[in-house]
């Protein structure tokens, strides 16, 4: 038997995709992984420490080294660039999807593959996926009859923002689009043929704030019929679907489950038809998934396995002389509609963003703008007719007159000071308010960072930075003593959360650079309600069915406020003179306990009480639970005794020093939510 030959590889692009080519690599026998070459030099490092291979600081010198095959694992927009330049080094290319960003780069790699007699292919991994190879083999077998359509339902999550310039999903209106349509796009094309027109739609539903468009739907029309896709950030839970109309039945394959379904038709009578298919399409997922599962467990199928079997069938073909498994021309074709839509994207979120103008001087820049809070702060400053510079993550439909947007993440130290310059007064509303541990750092901690450093480079006359009262010591201190501003602070805010901690910390910053200069102060906000904020949160009680469930007796205080009054704080710290750091607790004098909040709600609904104890009891035995997943108990007995902690509130200092006294009220603002028939959940 023949030895196949050694192909020596290196891998241009030490991102997360590089792991599993380099995994995929040293399964191969007749391939030597070289190493790593990557603009990040550390990043080329690490992936080589990592893999037992060299770095390389340039792809000359990984050919010098002795490659002869190169993928290009960079990003799209480098993709044609990169490809060219190892094809004329004399290597083989294998270029992750897409092939390109414009379409006279894919001729050019196909032209100069061929001009060279080198192989070229482009990394349509779904095609080589286990659970679409079946299914392409069921069609091929013509299981299905002749297909007429195919649909695809697929949702994404990106990887937490960390702060710093913005990945390459938040700089282009277009990357989702560009990102997974190719994937829909090739897949389509694979089964109804040639793509002869596409048309889609996209918006801005809030799923990913960072994204320009999280929503987008295309309709496909190809030589042999119709097909079309979704791609969600906003549907949940994610999923990865493709389900393929033939004249003799239906499958439908879940790529994340593992399992095909699918109808057929019979000559049965009808309803006969439905009740076999309906069986059929219920057990066939029964005996996948297990099996599944199993082969997973055991590795038979491995993570990214369409990827590795790809680059196996790759390296195959490069030996026996065949063609690629992709071909040039029919990514090419893939290209050209992917950037057709992904350019119509981009173009329609320029133009948008090209109408939002910024002034060189304007007096109040609002964090955070888009936000709960900030909208009701922008709102209230526009009806008092100050002209106000809102920052928010995406461009909105429409800006109101007397403001203007500044497009950007907390996280980007660039955007944050291109909206601060030129503000006098800052209002930090933004912060992290859902997420993990990574969110809140990014944008709590690092984004308030970045406004201080702002605020000092610009010479801010004022910084309002809204904190929280979760930033002191509940579960430290009693009811005979109210809380205020001099309460100690909370000692053990990572038991308490990512938000109590990363708040906490995004306070003490602000405080330091105040005792250092910085003109600024520190809104305590309580529980706020009204508008966009519920009243009845988990602190009050929960949804059980038709009724309300309340951890303890009912008789808890809460610090609440309402938002109008919260509102009518903040500007009245605006244009105060307070300037050294002062810390201010703002909190209805009108304390209401959870059973008083329920009874003003006028609900019939029936109150269920867990009784402190078993409260307790089941916070202490989720502990051990969490603790095996490696997360903390999100009702762990800590948490418990700081939510649970019978306390009073005081807001003396901040009616003394800023004269604030709630102009709505509890009572009051519970009556108006109720009026304007806004859900107190």
């Known amino acids: 038997m023949t030895q196949a030959r050694t192909h020596r590889v290196g891998l241009v692009g030490a991102g997360n995709i590089s792991e599993h080519h380099a995994y995929a690599l040293q399964d191969l026998r007749g391939c030597e992984l070289l190493g790593f070459v990557d603009l990040d030099q550390e990043r080329a490092k690490a992936a080589a420490e990592r893999h037992g291979v060299r770095a390389f600081d340039s792809l000359e010198a990984l050919v010098d080294a002795g490659a002869t095959v190169v993928h290009v694992l960079t990003p799209p927009s480098s993709h044609a660039q990169v490809a060219l330049q190892a094809l004329e080094l004399g290597c083989h290319v294998l270029v992750e999807k897409p092939l390109a960003e414009d379409i006279e780069d894919c001729r050019r790699v196909g032209e100069l593959a061929r001009e060279k007699g080198l192989v070229a292919s482009v990394n349509h991994s779904l095609l080589y996926d286990p659970q679409i190879v ?63 027109n596409v048309e889609a739609a996209y918006q801005s539903l809030g799923g990913d704030p960072n994204l320009a468009f999280d929503e987008w739907r295309a309709l496909v029309k190809c030589r042999d019929g119709l097909g079309q896709f979704q791609l969600s950030w906003n549907a949940k839970p994610i999923q990865s679907q493709l389900v393929i109309h033939g004249t003799n039945g239906i499958m439908r394959v879940d790529l994340f489950a593992m399992f095909h379904a699918k109808r057929a038709a019979t000559p049965l009578p009808k309803a006969a038809e439905r009740v076999l298919n309906t069986v059929t399409d219920s057990v066939q997922p029964l005996v996948d998934v297990p099996r599944g599962v199993w082969k997973f467990v055991r590795k038979e199928i491995k993570a990214f396995q369409g990827l590795r079997d790809l680059i196996a069938d790759f390296y195959r073909r490069l030996d026996a002389g065949e063609p690629p498994p992709v071909d040039i021309g029919d990514a090419t074709v893939v290209v050209d509609w992917v950037e057709r839509i992904a350019r119509q994207a981009d173009d329609a979120y320029a133009a948008r963003t090209a109408e939002l103008p910024v002034s060189d001087e304007v007096p109040v820049l609002v964090t955070g703008a888009s936000g709960k809070l900030g909208r009701a702060v922008v709102k209230r400053l526009l009806h008092d007719s100050q002209r106000v510079r809102m920052f928010q993550r995406r ?181 105060s003179s307070l300037s050294n750091g002062e810390v201010l607790q703002l909190v209805d004098t009108d304390s209401m306990t959870q059973n008083e909040v329920l009874r003003a709600l006028g609900n019939e609904a029936s109150v269920i009480r867990v009784g402190r104890p078993l409260v307790f009891l089941a916070g202490k035995l989720s502990e051990p639970v969490f603790r095996a997943l490696n997360r903390p108990s999100p009702v762990g007995v800590y948490r418990l005794r700081s939510a649970l902690a019978r306390l009073q509130f005081d807001s003396d200092r901040t009616r003394e020093l800023l004269g604030w006294q709630p102009r709505v009220g509890v009572r009051e603002g519970i009556r108006r939510e109720a009026e304007a028939g806004r859900t107190p959940i």
């Open 134 to 196: 079946r299914a392409f083999n069921a069609v091929r077998a013509g299981k299905l009859g002749r297909i007429v359509s195919v649909d695809i339902l697929r949702g994404s999550d990106y990887p937490p923002f960390e702060g710093g310039a913005l990945p390459p999903q938040y700089r282009s209106a277009g990357y989702p689009f560009r990102d997974l349509g190719v994937h829909c796009l090739y897949l389509i094309q694979e089964l109804l043929g040639p793509i002869e």
């Open 395 to 575: 461009a909105p439909g429409t800006v109101a007159a007397n403001c203007e947007v500044v497009v950007g993440d907390l996280g980007d130290p660039e955007a944050v000071d291109r909206a601060v310059r030129g503000a006098r007064v800052v209002i930090h509303a933004g912060a992290a308010v859902k997420g993990g541990a990574l969110e809140h750092e990014t944008a709590t901690i690092k984004g308030t960072q970045h406004v201080l450093d702002a605020c000092e480079r610009h010479g801010v006359e004022r910084l309002v930075h809204i904190s929280s009262m979760s930033v002191v010591d509940w579960a430290g201190s009693s009811l005979g003593d109210p809380v205020t501003e001099n309460t100690p602070l909370e000692p053990h805010a990572e038991r308490r959360g990512a938000y109590t901690r990363c708040k906490l910390e995004a306070e003490k910053l602000v405080a330091a650079r105040a005792a250092a200069g910085l003109h600024a102060v520190i809104l305590r906000p309580g529980q706020i309600f009204g508008n966009d904020f519920p009243l009845v949160t988990g602190a009050v009680a929960r949804r059980l069915g038709g009724r309300w469930l309340v951890l303890g007796d009912g008789e808890l205080p809460l610090p609440l406020v309402y938002i109008d009054d919260l509102v009518d704080a903040i500007v009245l710290a605006k244009d």
